[in-house]
């Protein structure tokens, strides 16, 4: 089976969520354990970052598979000592390609990933690298995780950059996004300083998640480490969030580290069943399409109501595009009108199937 495409997450499994220290991250679903630049090692930060202004949360070894994800190989992101002493004997670190020589070195079992590549972890979960910026431009990337039913974004300590829509596009929303938020002024020897923030401000995580379609910013990666005058955070940090997400309507969650975030059941919203339902109307469309249309009729998925056909997608992205164009010509309605038929039920909720008028070659015009 190819890597991209690989199963998605499994619907129905309740998936914790917990805030490690600075940007560590723990899902855990289903029996497995997700760490996300776990940090537990403060020596090598010193120097930098500075001592911690309280303890980092300790890391336990538990029963059971646990696998982690790397963003980029800071020292606050990547503790390879932690790893190997939490990691099961069949726990995986996944990381971008670019940076796998660096972590087996590190003695970790080690898979690296393109970008964009879902992954499937275990049983349920499901990973894909996305693009990120690093500040003084090392390797870095971001992570969306897809664990049961629900999709969480990881920020790692990335800056502002262009590809905040095109991860929108792709993955639509998000339960949650876990962006770094301190906008640090950092000043290292052989970088000259550019007094420019090295992570997301407050005002830029809030305007990324809500780009991202965040139902919930999560804010990380601020407040633990502050180390004048080479490590430097935006003042009022947390005030500046608070501002922020009024303004542009966006959920704050300021959880301190080692608080579970939420734990969420598997989703059973009305937009699920909404979703179930419109699912069903277009397997029904396309196969009403296939039924009714010319024999040679090359892909019944992407047929086009005008007749002319269109190519099979076969690339993953155009697969996602060709459905979005299928939903937005599709005429489903709420209520019934004379002639339409009752395609699904559910939550309330009924969708129907119109009389639709298709046109094709073979024939010019025929109703259902
Ligand atoms: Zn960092």
């Given at each position: 089976m190819d890597r991209c495409d690989a199963p998605r997450g499994r619907v129905g499994t309740p998936v914790r969520i917990r805030r490690l220290s600075w940007a560590g991250t723990e899902i855990t679903t289903g029996g497995q354990r997700l760490l996300i630049d776990?940090?537990?090692?403060?020596a090598p930060l010193g120097g930098f970052l500075?001592?911690?202004r309280w303890p980092l949360v300790e890391i336990e070894e538990i029963p059971g598979r646990t696998d982690a994800l790397v963003t980029h190989i800071h020292p606050d992101h990547f503790d390879p000592d932690t790893l190997r002493r939490v990691l099961s004997d069949d726990g995986v670190v996944h990381c971008h390609q670019p940076i796998v020589p660096i972590l087996r070195a590190a003695g970790l079992l080690t898979h690296g990933v393109e970008l964009w590549c879902p992954l499937a972890i275990g049983d349920g979960t499901e990973v894909t690298a996305v693009p990120a910026v690093d500040w003084r431009g090392d390797d870095q990337v971001s992570w969306v995780v897809r664990a049961g039913d629900r999709q969480v974004f990881h920020g790692g300590d990335t800056i502002w950059h262009g590809s905040w829509w095109a991860i929108a596009k792709r993955?639509?929303?998000?339960?949650c996004a876990f962006l770094p938020v301190n906008g640090v002024i950092a000043v290292l020897p052989n970088f000259a300083p550019?007094?420019?923030?090295a992570t997301l401000t407050p005002h830029q995580a809030v305007i990324a998640a809500r780009l991202l379609h965040a139902d919930t910013l999560c804010p990380i990666h601020y407040g633990q480490f502050n180390n004048p005058p080479v490590y430097v955070e935006q003042p009022n940090v947390e005030g500046e969030l608070r501002t922020a997400a009024a303004r542009e309507g966006v959920h704050l969650s300021l959880i301190p580290d080692g608080a579970t975030f939420l734990t969420l059941s598997p989703r059973k919203s009305k937009i699920s069943c909404r979703r179930v339902l419109l699912l069903r109307l277009r397997t029904a469309m396309a196969s009403r399409r296939h039924h009714d249309?010319?024999?040679?009729?090359?892909?019944p998925g992407t047929a086009r109501l005008d007749g002319r056909a269109a190519s099979r997608p076969h690339h993953r992205h155009d697969r996602v595009r060709a459905g979005r164009q299928a939903d937005a010509r599709l005429p489903y309605r709420a209520g019934p009108s004379r002639g339409d038929s009752l395609i699904g039920a559910g939550c309330g909720q009924r969708l129907w199937l119109p009389l639709v008028r298709v046109r094709t070659p073979n024939q010019p015009q025929y109703t259902r």
């Open positions: 776990a940090l537990n090692t403060a500075g001592l911690p993955f639509r929303r998000f339960d550019s007094g420019l923030p249309g010319p024999a040679d009729h090359p892909c």
